[in-house]
């Protein structure tokens, strides 16, 4: 048990450097994710980035778009079959209805393993 604690601690603590490289833009390029007074978790809970350090400005935002440049053999499921872009896109996710027959709603790079390992 103690090891798979430390296990754990390992793996989110080699993940958080490319979480903060996704979230790390310029205020004026954020773009909504959440809410007026959302707060950090649930903001990360959707999948999004929060930084509430510069006052007039989005707290709560979609990591950069190259995160959703995932191959369709590897998309996790992020909304359920029929849902639409911006739903998908409001619950912090990607969309890309380009390939047939894979997800279309799906996590961000890096969001997913993040999500399951802090559960």
Not at 8 to 37: F, H, K, S, T, W
Request: hydrophobic share 40%; aromatic share 8%.
């Amino acid at each position: 048990m103690m090891f798979t604690k430390l296990l754990l601690v390992l793996l989110l603590a080699a993940c958080v450097p490319a979480q903060v490289q996704i979230c790390d833009m310029n205020p004026p390029d954020r773009v909504e994710c959440g809410y007026p007074g959302i707060s950090a978790d649930t903001c990360r809970a959707r999948g999004c980035c929060f930084n509430s350090a510069i006052r007039g400005v989005k707290w709560c935002f979609r990591p950069k778009a190259q995160v959703c440049d995932v191959n369709p053999a590897e998309r996790t499921e992020c909304g359920y079959p029929g849902i639409s872009a911006d739903t998908c896109r409001a619950r912090g996710c990607c969309f890309d209805s380009a390939v047939r027959g894979v997800k279309w709603c799906f996590h961000p790079k890096g969001i997913a393993f993040l999500r399951v390992a802090s559960e």
